[in-house]
């Protein structure tokens, strides 16, 4: 039977509008799981406070403020409270309207974890979705002045809450930055552990050519055990893996500026601007070029409208 899948973008306008809206939930009180459900757009959750659990495509992991969690398009999930009620704030995110938050090169790369592009690009395991802040006290701040702009929608608001979305993004990828060590957690067996590895050397080198039998040897695996222990893991083959993580790195090139499309490719790690072209279409389900302009300027930066009535 399939998950309930609740329908939000009715329930929040701005999610037509801006791609983007936020709800508190102050008192989240649910002591036992129930059906696990999914949503039409992409969720992330902070926990203010309270401590509990989100049981997240069959994996339960623990709650506590500083908490954050990114539920993907179509993926399942269910929170309970432990001791008391939760302090929770949702976001609520249209990844096809929402303009693309700019970040500094050496945060870019991280910015896929947090938020999904297309439900075809999703591999079956997302790196990195379950965060906590030592200390919440910033991020906090920032989701508070979110919910504070769109209850009062003073003139600008939706400008205002764009930015404050965009700060919070960029905390969440310093913290994943400050982790990414490339080194797997101790509790990973070893294929697991050489795969994790893999994943993050990936990210950092997207840009480069990759060759299964230089990746084998750095991790002292046979190239066929490789693969099969990677697909096991992803769901995806190594190569379908590095294809759709170029594309997505793309798809943000393509929405946040206004650069030739060879040029974007090439920095993508795509040799032909043909063979680019093709894999684009295929995995976004439109070319680059149709992709760009529907995305709402023809290449210019997206700025975030404002509709607010004074």
Request: glycine fraction near 6%; include cysteine; proline fraction near 7%.
């Amino acid at each position: 039977m399939p998950a309930p899948l609740y329908t939000l973008r009715g329930k929040f306008p701005l999610l037509r509008e801006l791609g983007l809206a936020a709800e508190h939930l102050p008192a989240w009180d649910k002591p036992t799981f129930t059906t696990p459900h999914t949503h039409d757009i992409v969720e992330m959750f902070f926990v203010l406070g309270g401590s509990g659990h989100n049981r997240q495509g069959g994996v339960d992991h623990k709650l506590g403020p500083g908490s954050f969690s990114t539920i993907t398009l179509e993926e399942t999930h269910d929170i309970i409270s432990a001791e008391g009620a939760l302090d929770v704030v949702n976001l609520y995110i249209d990844p096809e309207r929402i303009p693309i938050p700019e970040l500094p090169s050496e945060l870019a790369r991280f910015l896929p974890v947090f938020l999904p592009l297309q439900r075809r690009l999703l591999a079956r395991a997302q790196r990195r979705v379950h965060l906590s802040f030592a200390d919440p006290s910033r991020p906090a701040f920032l989701l508070r002045a979110l919910l504070e702009e769109q209850h009062e929608r003073r003139p600008g608001f939706q400008d205002a809450m764009y930015q404050y979305f965009r700060l919070f993004i960029l905390e969440c990828a310093r913290l994943l930055a400050h982790q990414d060590t490339g080194e797997p957690s101790d509790d990973l067996s070893r294929p697991a552990a050489s795969v994790e590895r893999l994943l993050a050397d990936l990210d950092r080198d997207l840009h480069r050519p990759q060759r299964l039998q230089e990746w084998a040897q750095r991790l002292r695996l046979s190239p066929n055990y490789l693969c099969r222990i990677f697909k096991e893991r992803t769901g995806l083959s190594l190569f379908d893996y590095i294809a759709r993580r170029r594309v997505q790195r793309a798809m943000i090139l393509l929405r946040g500026s206004d650069r030739r499309i060879l040029d974007i490719a090439l920095e993508c790690g795509f040799r032909d601007l043909s063979y680019f072209n093709r894999k684009f279409a295929a995995l976004a389900g439109l070319p680059p070029g149709a992709y760009r302009q529907r995305a709402g300027t023809g290449g210019a930066r997206s700025p975030v409208r404002n509709t607010a009535r004074a």
